[in-house]
């Protein structure tokens, strides 16, 4: 079983159009992260989300903790080409006697010109 | 360039053979952590490491697989004997101070193919 799910799994949008992206957990993370990965690279670290309800903001981005520190969401306005990537969200989280970060499987986002 | 640096990019092994794969974590970083990744799965913890200790290896597989971060150099991952299913790509990640609060910083990743 998946602990954080992220959806949708895939996303293709035209630029210029807004989107939404969800990580949901039935656990409690002590913080949240989110990474865009492009294809050939590693990960990079877009946002860490550490309170309830926290918003954070990143130009056109908008990073939301949820209330009980299960969920959070992802959004981008006026999207461009250059959003293109996987979008990947990872919680820390006990597990197994020590804090681990375990990460969703991502949504693939295409932003087409 | 400061950042996390693994090598080779791309490793091409057969069954039975074995596959290193180093990361030099940003300078700096004393902690590093390998994942893995299959396509169109999100990363797998593997390992996480200290200058000179293995801190927690709950996802790393109990054979064939093993990792160091010696006082000097870099940090390796080991596999030994591989075979097709250890196909996959291996992240390195380093950060500055235990704990996921501060930001894990990875590397472009090894690619290994197992033929």
């Known amino acids: 079983t998946q602990l954080l799910e992220q959806s949708p799994q895939f996303l293709s949008i035209q630029e210029g159009e807004n989107l939404t992206v969800y990580c949901n957990s039935s656990?409690?993370?002590?913080?949240l992260q989110w990474y865009r990965q492009e294809p050939g690279e590693g990960p990079v670290l877009l946002v860490t989300v550490v309170t309830g309800g926290e918003v954070k903001k990143l130009k056109r981005l908008t990073f939301q903790f949820g209330d009980a520190r299960k969920d959070s969401s992802l959004h981008i306005t006026a999207a461009q080409t250059g959003d293109t990537g996987l979008y990947l969200c990872?919680?820390?989280?006990?597990?197994?006697?020590?804090?681990?970060?375990?990460f969703g499987k991502g949504t693939k986002l295409t932003v087409n010109p | 360039n400061a950042g996390v640096m693994q090598n080779p990019r791309h490793l091409v092994r057969r069954r039975g053979q074995e596959a290193r794969l180093r990361c030099s974590p940003m300078k700096g970083h004393s902690h590093v952590y390998w994942y893995r990744q299959l396509p169109e799965e999100g990363l797998k913890f593997m390992v996480y490491?200290?200058?000179?200790?293995?801190?927690?290896e709950s996802g790393m597989p109990k054979e064939r697989f093993s990792a160091e971060f010696p006082k000097e150099g870099p940090s390796i991952l080991r596999i030994q004997q591989v075979v097709r299913g250890d196909s996959a790509a291996y992240f390195c990640a380093s950060s500055p101070q235990r704990g996921y609060n501060s930001p894990l910083h990875f590397g472009n990743g090894t690619r290994l193919t197992v033929t």
């Open positions: 490491l200290q200058k000179e200790n293995i801190i927690d």
């Open positions: 990872a919680g820390a989280v006990a597990q197994g006697g020590s804090e681990k970060l375990v």
């Open positions: 656990s409690v993370f002590s913080s």
